[in-house]
C-alpha cells in the first residue's frame, strides 16, 4: 500500500471529495483510505454528504423506489432507509 500522509490526504480530500475517488488514484479500496484518514483522526467530506442526504430524500418523497435510489447513488438498501430516518428525525434526537 502507497505510504500516504496526513497533509496529502487532506489536499486530496479538499480536490476529489471521498475516499473511493482518493483510493481509486492509488489503486487501494475505500476502505483503506478511511482508515487511513481515521488513523489520522480526520473527519469525512461532511458538506458532499449532507447535500447527498437531502437529494436521497427529496427522491424518497417523490416515490423513487429505494432500490432505484440506492443504485443511484450506489449505496446499499440499509444505508438508503438509514438516511431517510435521519432526514426524518427531530434535530433534538440528533443530538442524543
Given at each position: 500500500m502507497p505510504?500516504?500522509?496526513?497533509q496529502q490526504i487532506i489536499?486530496?480530500?479538499?480536490?476529489?471529495?471521498?475516499?473511493?475517488?482518493?483510493?481509486?488514484?492509488?489503486?487501494?479500496?475505500?476502505?483503506?483510505?478511511?482508515?487511513?484518514?481515521c488513523g489520522y483522526d480526520l473527519p469525512p467530506v461532511k458538506i458532499k454528504n449532507h447535500d447527498?442526504?437531502?437529494?436521497?430524500?427529496?427522491?424518497f418523497d417523490q416515490g423513487?423506489?429505494?432500490?432505484?435510489?440506492?443504485?443511484?447513488y450506489k449505496l446499499s438498501r440499509m444505508q438508503i432507509y438509514r438516511?431517510?430516518?435521519?432526514?426524518d428525525a427531530p434535530k433534538s434526537e440528533l443530538s442524543d
Open positions: 505510504r500516504i500522509g496526513k489536499r486530496l480530500q479538499k480536490k476529489y471529495n471521498s475516499d473511493a475517488k482518493i483510493g481509486q488514484l492509488y489503486g487501494i479500496s475505500r476502505q483503506a483510505i478511511y482508515q487511513l484518514r447527498r442526504d437531502r437529494l436521497i430524500k427529496q427522491d423513487t423506489p429505494v432500490a432505484a435510489i440506492a443504485k443511484k438516511i431517510i430516518k435521519k432526514q
